[in-house]
């Protein structure tokens, strides 16, 4: 069986104190048949990740950053490039989470940079795509996320290491999970793109959006769901711990 990406995004949450705290408890928990069944990922703020990356090593955790800048170094203040990210033992780096696209103005052209950037640079691109509610309505659901794949793979080798969340704008932080219908529906659509995008075979296509303790098991059961991305959930390490141990 192929092990499940269960990945926790903290956003802007946590102190370093917090941080530690919260890998005191949640180690313990990742007992032997957990991580058999998972791959578990953790993307804090910047602030923690040189402090968390030793333990999260040990014991088999991956860490993520929230975002980078696709240059090598430069007059970019506030910025952080691949290089920094991977000297704090990050492996794997969101790119265009929603709330980068709608509160940063991100646009899918600058995101391909950055994922070009982070393929290049050794690095695991997590690209985040998904449609607000009034696409959903409006039925473009679908024609969004081909676009936000397109725009955001062109001209990426499909059979690096990356991935994709599809994690619907409308689901995030509000409580309202798609159905695993529903978010079965969208992972067929993102796998055909990728297909003819030219492959993308391997490629896990993970959900994001409200998953927690009571419908991770369901979300996880699906075939074409290869992970889930989880936001507030991830910040307490008993509800993180459960969704990890849900299959
Ligand atoms: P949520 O966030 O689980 O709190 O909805 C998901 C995300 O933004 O990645």
Redesign the pocket.
Same mark, same amino acid.
């Given at each position: 069986m192929k092990r499940k990406i269960i990945a926790g995004?903290w956003?802007m949450y946590k102190t370093l104190k917090e941080g530690l705290a919260f890998l005191d408890v949640f180690i313990p928990l990742c007992n032997r048949e957990m991580m058999e069944k998972c791959s578990l990922v953790l993307a804090p703020n910047f602030t923690l990740l040189v402090s968390m990356a030793g333990r999260c090593r040990e014991a088999g955790i991956s860490l993520a950053a929230q975002n980078c800048h696709p240059t090598g170094e430069g007059a970019f203040t506030g910025e952080t490039s691949l290089a920094m990210l991977a000297d704090c033992g990050v492996s794997h780096v969101l790119v265009g989470?929603?709330?980068r696209r709608a509160i940063f103005g991100e646009t899918d052209d600058f995101l391909n940079q950055k994922l070009k950037a982070a393929v290049a640079a050794g690095l695991i691109p997590i690209l985040?795509v998904g449609e607000t509610l009034e696409q959903r309505e409006a039925d473009v659901a679908e024609s969004v996320v081909e676009k936000q794949l397109q725009q955001g793979l062109h001209g990426v080798d499909l059979d690096e290491k990356m991935m994709v969340?599809y994690?619907p704008v409308w689901?995030?932080?509000?409580g309202k999970t798609a159905t695993a219908a529903d978010a079965r529906t969208m992972h067929q659509c993102i796998r055909q793109c990728l297909e003819s995008m030219g492959g993308g075979g391997d490629l896990p296509v993970l959900y +994001? &959006?409200?998953?927690?303790p009571a419908n991770a098991a369901e979300l996880l059961a699906a075939p074409d769901i290869d992970g889930v991305?989880? +936001? &507030?959930?991830?910040l307490n390490p008993e509800d993180f711990a459960r969704i990890a141990g849900s299959m």
């Open positions: 995004n956003k989470h929603s709330e985040c969340a994690e689901a995030i932080g509000t +994001g &959006g409200s998953v927690k991305l989880v +936001g &507030g959930a991830s």
